[in-house]
């Protein structure tokens, strides 16, 4: 019986220390991960960020967070190629082995030139394919059907500022390398549709371009600088000489003075 009751007395006792224990620990738990609480809110407070979050500095107003205008940004397609996608231009891409060609909804010459023509002009700024062969091609076969001039000579005084601008054509600032931001560039390659199509258009209204001539000769003008461009530019002058007559030579001589007449 003795040995019982103690063998029972030491059970208890047992028990009543592994339930000190398991508080004992438990607090302890629960004090450590509140010292850990506030370990990581004292420190998160304290860094240099949400110190400047909580209190700003006064020289933040003076250095607002600004854009990158050369980062890729979300642009919204331009006039042609939204008028593209819709089907505006009665005409699509026809993909060859050896070159691209155009196979037009219905026969060139049975499409108004208004507003088609001024829209394909505008395509000449494009940058990307299709739009750039569709536009330039499209200029270039509409303008070859039978009663182009009747049709393209009313529309003259709203194509020359749609060609002014594709022979003056800016590089869009996301494209311009970053240590040459302040210089002044010009699409070399826009540059050159917007020079054919003048002289494709020149071929076909004739004098009639002599009266906005000079709106456009102050952007070859400056082209004329360019090695790369003086002989094609020298040639579509020549080209608008042969077709404007004397009148035409008179403009181009008094924008451009070095400028050598056919007849010379």
Known sequence: MQKSECHRGVQMRN??????????????????????????SSSSTSSPESARKLHPRPSDKL?????NPFGEQSRAPSAFAAIYSKGGIPCRLVHGSVKHRLQWECPPEKLPFDPLLITLAEGLRETKHPYTFVSKEGFRELLLVT?????????????????????GQMIPYWKIPLEDVLKVHVDDEVFERGLNALV????????????????????????????????PITTALQKLEQHGGSGSLIIIKSKIPTYCSICC
């Open 147 to 167: 009663g182009a001039p009747e049709k393209a000579v009313p529309l003259l005084p709203r194509l020359i500022p749609v060609l002014k601008a594709a022979l």
């Open 15 to 40: 028990r009543l220390t592994d339930n000190c224990d398991q508080r004992t620990s438990s607090s302890a738990q629960v004090k450590h991960g509140t010292t850990v609480q506030q370990s990581k």
């Open 200 to 231: 494709q258009l020149s071929v076909v209204v004739g004098p009639a371009l002599n009266d906005h001539l000079k709106h456009l000769l102050t952007s070859l003008s400056k082209r004329l600088r360019d090695k790369k461009f003086k002989e």
């Open 63 to 67: 250095n607002p967070k600004t854009i």
